[in-house]
């Protein structure tokens, strides 16, 4: 049943009720520039790398089945304090890592925790600002996604660099910041819609909306991949490539990429919904091309402007996908929506730096790393045709 008749939301009451995924979104990158230290510390190669990476993707994948569909039916308050504990967990479990097992379980429990909040999240601020400020609600939710990439990974730089216990401080600060999240997720307005469906299905969109979705999801895919080849493997690409392990510099660079992201966002936040996604795919596609010119040159300038690229195309894609689906999915299927375009692509995004972290470890890393660059690149040039060309 629908929320009773209440004020209209400001703007303050949108950014607090997205507060959640900040919080959660943080700790997704939070551990980046700590996988070379564990990778040292544990011993494991370039491929585990990206595997214990990528299983973040697959607690993801397993939670936004589940969550998109039971946020709409029994309120998003259901998914989002279950989810928050599953952050929680995870925080415990980096602080004690001392197997790649452990790094496995607080990965998944990252994506189950990422998952749940990014269908219930960005459908809570939608519920929050109502069907007026439906524009306001996608920015406000994907700008605080933005900055939560953006924000862990610096702040978990910056402690291991310069702080004692580079892979326990960061995380009982991170607990901190999501214990806070609890009492702003309780008093969100528990939003139920009647006819939501079953609770246990691959998250999909109504039938009249597949091609809002299949657009958004042609920036969206390569964009997602752009980002998580560079988070999965810049760390790596700083050490063994060119030649710098300091931990700020690898928290920077993923702080750099997410922030362009975050920042472009109100940029252009009014551009037309085709405008962004044709132009975010081109930004990608410029970032992927200086990847490559990055290795071949060596040159760690050259891989910050390739993650401004890379993290400005995923910004503008991200927000152009979730701006489609929330001005034309009907509200009853809005999380259910939300998690469909996440699940898809996040899927390439875990699959494809998998796949270059082993090819890395058969060949080099700058093999590995030329090869994911080209091959995103031409998916983010086709993508920006095919969206250009697709019916008004």
Known sequence: MAAATRRPARQSDLWRAAWPLTAVFMLSNVPTPLFVVWQH????????LTVVFALYIGGLLLALPVAG???????????????????????LLYATAESVAALLVARLLTGLAVGGTVAAGMAAVADVGGPDRRRQASLAGSVA????????????????????????????????????????????????????GTWLRPPSVPRGNRRDLLVGLAAYMPGMTGTSFLLALGPTLLATLL??????????????????????????????????????????????????????????????????????????????????????????????????????????????????????DATSVGFGATVLGLAVAAAAVAAGLAVARARP
């Open 145 to 196: 996604m933005g900055a939560g990439l953006a924000i862990g990974p610096l702040l978990s730089g910056c402690f291991a660099q310069l702080l004692p216990a580079p892979t326990h401080t960061v995380f009982v600060v991170e607990a901190v910041l999501l214990l806070s999240v609890l009492p702003v997720v309780r008093t969100m307005p528990n939003v139920r819609r009647a006819g939501a």
């Open 41 to 48: 510390r544990i011993g494991f190669g370039t491929g585990t």
């Open 69 to 91: 569909a039971v946020s709409d039916r029994y309120g998003r308050r259901t998914v989002l304090f279950p989810a928050v504990l599953s952050a929680l967990l995870a925080c």
């Open 243 to 360: 030649g710098t392990g300091n931990r700020i510099v690898a928290g920077g660079s993923a702080f750099v990429m997410f922030g362009a992201s975050t920042a472009v966002q109100f940029a252009v936040s009014r551009w037309p919904t085709r405008r962004l996604l044709t132009t975010a795919t081109a930004a990608t596609a410029a970032g992927m091309v200086l990847v490559v010119v990055a290795v071949r040159a060596e040159s760690v300038t050259t891989l910050l402007a390739a993650a401004v690229c890379a993290g400005t195309g995923q910004g503008m894609a991200q927000l152009g996908g979730f701006s489609l689906l929330n001005a034309r999915v009907p509200t009853a299927r809005l999380a259910e929506s939300n998690a469909a375009l996440s699940a898809w692509g996040y899927l390439f995004a875990g699959v494809l730096p998998v796949a270059t972290g082993y090819l890395a």
